[in-house]
C-alpha cells in the first residue's frame, strides 16, 4: 500500500503498486470494504451488484476490476487507479465548462452508457461525482451500486426508484417502470450541468425538487448554441418513449451537437482529453 485515496463509510480506497507478474510496477486503487459495515448498512447487495457488472463489461471509458478477493473480514476490489480524480472536482474548479468540454466527455459517456446497454444494464446514477479522470484525462464511469442487469428495453425492465434525487427521471420518480432512457436522461442532466455548473431544477428543497424533475419547463440559457440546447432538450424529454438515444445510441451519437466528433478516434482514445490530471 502506498497511500490512502480515500475514506467513507464502509471501508477506504488506497493506492497500491503490483510488485509481480507481467503488470509489475502498475498503480491500482484498492477497495477495502468492512463486510460489518455494509452488513449494518444494507449494502451487502449493492456491492455485489458492482463486482457481477464490474467482472462482465470491458471498455475504454469504464472501470475495470482487475482482482477481487475477500477475507473473514473484509472484501476487496482491485481497480483502476485514476489520477485525475472526480469530474466533479473540475467542474467545481471551473465553474462551467465551455461547449467543447462538455461535448467530449458527454461523447466519451456515451460511449460507455452504449456499450453498457448492449449488455442489458442500465447505470441509474449519472452524475460528475461517479465519473473518473484517468492519467490521461479520459473518463472511467465507476461506481455501480445502483446497475441493474437483464434489462431489454428501451423504457421498462426496472421499477425501484434509486438514484441520486437530483438526477431521477420523471418515471423513476413515478415508478412507472423504465429502462435504457433513464441513463440517456441522466446523460442530458450532466451536459446541461457541465455547461451551468448545476443540474436543471436544482434546490435543496427535496419535495420542490421533485416536484420541478416532473413538471418545470426546462430553462435554456442564451448561451447555449442551438445545437446543445436541442441536444439536451432531447435528452431530457420526459416522456421516454421519445427520448434522444432510446431506439437505438446511434440517434444520440448522429444529433448535431456531436458532429464534430470521430468515433473511432474517440473510442480508440486517440482524441487528446481537454482536462490532463497534471494541470489540475
Known amino acids: 500500500m502506498l497511500r490512502v485515496l480515500g475514506k467513507g463509510s464502509f471501508g477506504k480506497v488506497v493506492l497500491v503498486q503490483k510488485r509481480i507478474g507481467k503488470e509489475r510496477g502498475q498503480l491500482f486503487a484498492m477497495k477495502i470494504l468492512s463486510k ?4 449494518k448498512k444494507r449494502q451487502i447487495e449493492r456491492t455485489r451488484t458492482e463486482r457481477k457488472v464490474l467482472s462482465v463489461v470491458s471498455h475504454p471509458f469504464i472501470m475495470k476490476l482487475h482482482y477481487a478477493f475477500q477475507t473473514d473480514d473484509k472484501l476487496y476490489l482491485v481497480l483502476d487507479y485514476c489520477p485525475g480524480g472526480e469530474l466533479f472536482f473540475h467542474l467545481s474548479r471551473f465553474r462551467r465548462f465551455p461547449e467543447r468540454v462538455a461535448r467530449f466527455y458527454a461523447a466519451e459517456l456515451l460511449l460507455a452508457i452504449g456499450h453498457l446497454h448492449k449488455r442489458g444494464i442500465i447505470y441509474r446514477d449519472l452524475k460528475p461525482e461517479n465519473v473518473l479522470l484517468d492519467a490521461d484525462g479520459h473518463v472511467k464511469l465507476g461506481d455501480f451500486g445502483l446497475a441493474k442487469a437483464g434489462i431489454k428495453h428501451p423504457w421498462e425492465g426496472a421499477a425501484s426508484m434509486c438514484g441520486t434525487p437530483e438526477y431521477m427521471a420523471p418515471e423513476v420518480l413515478s415508478q412507472e417502470g423504465h429502462g435504457f432512457g433513464v441513463d440517456y436522461w441522466g446523460l442530458g ?8 455548473g448545476l443540474p436543471p431544477w436544482y434546490t435543496t428543497d427535496r419535495a ?3 416536484r420541478r424533475l416532473k413538471s418545470a419547463p426546462l430553462e435554456i440559457p442564451s448561451y447555449f448554441s442551438g445545437q446543445s440546447a436541442n441536444c439536451v432538450g432531447a435528452l431530457l424529454d420526459r416522456n421516454p418513449r421519445r427520448r434522444l438515444g432510446v431506439t437505438g445510441i446511434r440517434t444520440a ?5 456531436f458532429r464534430s466528433i470521430s468515433w473511432k478516434a474517440l ?3 486517440r482524441v487528446e482529453a481537454p482536462v490532463r490530471p497534471c494541470e489540475g
Request: hydrophobic share 50%; glycine share 0%.
Open 267 to 269: 473510442y480508440a482514445r
Open 36 to 39: 460489518t459495515h455494509l452488513v
Open 189 to 196: 442532466m450532466l451536459v446541461y450541468e457541465m455547461m451551468t
Open 253 to 257: 451519437m448522429e444529433h448535431e451537437f
Open 208 to 210: 420542490k425538487l421533485f
